[in-house]
């Protein structure tokens, strides 16, 4: 969690550090159920799925369209939506059985909230002044209740 730049107080910065949280923790609901029995897998998958997919399309819509239009993010954008890609990928090989590679999948989803959450948004929000967040505000699909 970020907690030097007040990046927070900026809405669309705090709602996805608190979807950070839940897709942080239905990952660890996914960890469990691998061993358990296979619908608790699907199950587990599919509320983690519905979190993650509604929270990435947000960050790639709003802050990353905007933000990436800065040749200093462009590159760091372009990594963290290939990252978005390779843990959807992932989080569906899991579902579909491959609980082999749940620890990898679990960092490598820390790593990435941890490089938005004290990289890219401390960074957005230093570079960004009232009309660009209004922007980003304005691309940014609405929170989905799964
Ligand atoms: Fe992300
Ligand atoms: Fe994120």
């Known amino acids: 969690m970020c907690s030097y730049c007040g990046c927070e107080s900026v809405t669309v910065i705090g709602r996805f550090m608190a979807e950070h949280e839940e ?8 960890r469990r159920s691998c061993g ?33 239009q800065d040749p200093e993010f462009t590159e760091h954008v372009r990594t963290l939506c290939a ?7 992932a989080l569906d090989r899991i579902a579909a059985g491959a609980h082999e590679e749940m620890s990898a999948f679990e960092r490598a989803l820390r790593r990435h ?8 948004f401390p960074a957005a929000a230093i570079r ?3 009309p660009e967040w209004d922007l980003v505000v304005s691309m940014t699909p609405p929170a989905s209740v799964p």
């Open 128 to 130: 960004f002044a009232g």
């Open 23 to 30: 897709v942080v923790n239905a990952c660890g609901e996914l």
């Open 83 to 89: 990252e978005h890609a390779a843990l959807d990928a």
């Open 36 to 68: 358990r029995r296979p619908t608790d897998v699907t199950r587990a998958a599919d509320h983690l799925r519905a979190l993650l997919r509604p929270h990435t399309d947000a960050e790639e819509m709003g802050l990353f369209a905007v933000l990436g």
């Open 113 to 120: 909230i941890d490089r938005e959450e004290n990289g890219l």
